[in-house]
């Protein structure tokens, strides 16, 4: 688990160097995917990069979020 979390975190430096000058036209900036801007791309990453690990540290959440929710 070490060696992937090294991985993502690796990944993740590399992928914030050309976004990180990025002003607010830049975000929304179209890309290659018809009708997607990096916005659209990042936070479409993000979402499922959370589930994904949701689904590594509580796969019963993540099948069932309706029941996360309805608890006190």
Do not use: C, K, Y
Not at 10 to 34: F, I, K, Y
Not at 42 to 65: I, K, L
């Amino acid at each position: 688990m070490d060696a992937l979390a090294d991985d993502v975190a690796a990944e993740s430096a590399v992928l914030r160097g050309p976004l990180e000058p990025l002003d607010e036209d830049g975000w929304r900036r179209a890309t290659p995917a018809v009708g997607w801007s990096i916005l659209d791309q990042v936070t479409h990453q993000a979402h499922f990069g959370e589930v994904a690990m949701q689904s590594a540290t509580d796969p019963e959440a993540t099948m069932n979020p309706l029941a996360q929710s309805r608890q006190p």
